[in-house]
Structure formats: C-alpha cells, structure tokens
C-alpha cells in the first residue's frame, strides 16, 4: 500500500517535495515510480528508483525539474520537483513494481497510492 502526501496549489517558479510512504511490504524488493495525470489527459510516467536508488529513470519531459529519491529505513520515497510551471498540475500518484526500473507505463505496476493533488498557478 502507498500513500502520498505533500501536494497542494504553488505558485510558478516555486519548488515542492512530494512523499510516498509504503506500508505491508518488502520494500527493497520493489522499484517505486512516480506517474502524474494532468487534468483530460492520461497518465503519465515521471521517474522511477530501482531497489537501492542507484541510476534513477526521469521521462525526458522533466529531466534536469524532478529527483526522485528513496529512504529504505523509512520505506519513503519522494519527489522533489523545481521551478514549477501550470503544466506540472494533476494528480501525483506513486506505484510499486518488482525489483527495476526497466519501465514507465502505467500497465507494468501492480501496486498505486491515491494520488496527491498539486495545482500550480502562473
């Protein structure tokens, strides 16, 4: 199970740091990703952490805006997102998969949080 936390409405410019907690779960057996889906469009992969956090994966559309992160002792993962635009607003969800990072579609996780709601204002 995840849950996540640390959305809300942001000016443009400013950064915000999304958290994933992982409950009931071997958690270093599991790669976490983070996926956004903007409002009338489909869900999107962002980036991924495999088991230990070594050689995270971005999507070309936010390299060099988004760090993924992960703290197995707490079983967190997190999401640092900078220099926020309006098209960084949807619904931030993090999702688990077994062991790597070889992909980020949405049909290759098994396991989803809720989402947390950011809205960035120009």
Same mark, same amino acid.
């Given at each position: 199970?995840?849950?996540?936390?640390?959305? !809300?409405?942001?000016?443009? @410019?400013?950064?915000?740091?999304?958290? /994933?907690?992982? $409950? !009931?779960?071997? #958690?270093?057996?599991?790669? *976490? =990703?983070?996926?956004?889906?903007?409002?009338?469009?489909?869900?999107? @992969?962002? +980036?991924?952490? =495999?088991? #230990? !956090?070594? +050689?995270? =994966?971005?999507?070309?559309?936010?390299? %060099?805006? #988004?760090? *993924?992160?992960?703290?197995?002792?707490?079983?967190?993962?997190?999401?640092? *997102?900078? +220099?926020? *635009?309006?098209?960084?607003? %949807?619904?931030?969800? /993090? =999702?688990?998969?077994? $062991?790597?990072?070889?992909?980020?579609?949405?049909?290759? $996780?098994?396991?989803?949080?809720? !989402?947390?709601?950011?809205?960035?204002? +120009?």
């Amino acid at each position: 199970q995840h849950v996540e936390s640390g959305g !809300g409405l942001v000016q443009a @410019g400013e950064s915000l740091t999304l958290s /994933c907690a992982t $409950y !009931g779960a071997n #958690f270093t057996d599991y790669a *976490i =990703a983070w996926f956004r889906q903007a409002p009338e469009k489909e869900r999107e @992969g962002l +980036s991924c952490t =495999a088991q #230990f !956090g070594k +050689s995270p =994966a971005y999507a070309d559309s936010v390299k %060099g805006r #988004f760090t *993924i992160s992960r703290d197995n002792n707490k079983k967190m993962t997190y999401l640092q *997102i900078n +220099s926020l *635009i309006p098209e960084d607003t %949807g619904i931030y969800y /993090c =999702a688990s998969r077994r $062991y790597l990072c070889s992909t980020l579609r949405v049909e290759d $996780y098994a396991y989803w949080g809720q !989402g947390t709601q950011v809205t960035v204002s +120009s």
